[in-house]
């Protein structure tokens, strides 16, 4: 087996494994640093199940999206695992699903009321006042 080719994954029980036709050398280094790639695989697979994404911004820079819901805590602590710390987060609330033009064109848009419709007040017209002298 190739050494480009080994295989390193976490089992059902969060153990760490390596492929058994790995060299000896590879076998100790990834003893070495078992710690560190433990934390990386469980950030990565943390990130990969919460359905967090790197997105371009508009002008340009980065930053993570991730849906509502999700645990900031936890991806706080894998943005640093993989040393993200530094990239902002965002809100998705698109649903991390790719549209089209034409459906995101007619996309029925998101309307925030503070109060249920049926209790709210209605709106008083203020009265309209004109500066001057009157005749």
Request: no cysteine; glycine share 6%.
């Amino acid at each position: 087996m190739n050494d480009a080719e080994v295989s390193v994954w976490l089992d059902s029980e969060g153990k760490l494994r390596i492929d058994k036709d790995a060299s000896p050398e590879i076998k100790e280094l990834v003893r070495e640093h078992k710690q560190e790639l433990i934390d990386l695989k469980t950030a990565v697979g943390l990130m990969n199940a919460a359905d967090i994404r790197i997105i371009r911004l508009p002008l340009g820079h980065y930053a993570l999206a991730y849906p509502l819901g999700t645990d900031l805590e936890q991806i706080r602590a894998a943005m640093k695992v993989l040393r993200h710390q530094s990239m902002p987060l965002v809100i998705d609330d698109e649903g991390l699903r790719p549209m089209t033009w034409e459906e995101w064109r007619h996309r029925r848009p998101v309307r925030r009321e503070q109060t249920h419709p049926a209790q709210a007040e209605p709106k008083k017209a203020l009265p309209l006042e004109f500066g001057g002298r009157t005749a």
